[in-house]
């Protein structure tokens, strides 16, 4: 069993604006099955796809299952069994030898920057860059199954 444990930041996007990009994707992912307990997401990177399928939080942790499929299938998935679609740009950032995942979202949900850590154990300890803001791990509403549900744009105080 896969365990994944990560915690979010917002992103201060003047800070963030000087940073260099070296390498970045394109994603878009959208979710078969998405309640608290239990998500299954497909995800359709520039190259690549899969399929995930994530149990429920437990502090900053949950089982995480993901496997390649071929983009073919991950097309037709996310076009006839995802009701919503949540498009991002991923930029990979290392800081501190830490691997950072800085989502720039698209569509409904542009204007929202978040920055993701994993972390072998939640009580790791790390630095954080320059450009990372508040927390917001335990604010269900940043999760990108919850964007997919109620987008950035609908939001009455961001």
């Known amino acids: 069993m896969g365990i994944e444990i990560e915690r979010k930041f917002l992103v201060n996007k003047e800070k963030w604006s000087q940073v260099t990009k070296e390498k970045q994707s394109l994603y878009r992912q959208g979710y078969i099955v ?10 359709l990177t520039d190259k690549d796809a899969f399929l995930t399928i994530k149990g429920l939080s437990v502090g900053i942790s949950r089982t995480e299952f993901e496997y390649s499929i071929p983009v073919a299938d991950a097309q ?62 335990s604010e269900k509403k940043y999760s990108n199954s919850n964007l997919a549900k109620n987008p950035y744009k609908n939001w009455s105080q961001k």
């Open 76 to 137: 037709q998935l996310l076009d006839g069994f995802c009701d919503s679609v949540v498009s991002k740009i991923r930029y990979f950032i290392t800081h501190d030898n830490k691997l950072w995942e800085v989502d720039e979202f698209l569509g409904e949900n542009e204007g929202l920057m978040v920055a993701e850590i994993e972390l072998e154990s939640e009580d790791e300890s790390f630095s954080l860059p320059g450009w990372v803001g508040k927390e917001v791990t």
């Open 34 to 43: 998405s309640d608290p307990e239990k998500t299954i997401r497909v995800r």
